[in-house]
């Protein structure tokens, strides 16, 4: 079995909030049901992560990366 890199086990819970944050919003947008699958979604995840990934990485790779990255 492969392990995570601990560095992105401890971004996990921060991306998983990006995408369900994204995905409540796509929604509120459309007003309807959307999924986190749906393409508008996962290209803003992406753009998010692609804007905050070098400081998400630096916040979980620092000695006190128990805290929460400043966003």
Excluded: H, Y
């Excluded at 492969?2 to 086990?9: C, F, K, T």
């Amino acid at each position: 079995m492969n392990a995570l890199d601990p560095v992105v086990e401890k971004q996990m819970p921060v991306i998983q909030k990006i995408i369900d944050d994204e995905t409540w919003l796509e929604g509120e947008r459309r007003g309807c049901f959307v999924r986190k699958s749906d393409p508008v979604v996962v290209n803003n995840v992406c753009s998010v992560i692609m804007r905050v990934g070098r400081e998400l990485r630096q916040t979980f790779s620092s000695p006190n990366s128990e805290r929460e990255p400043c966003m």
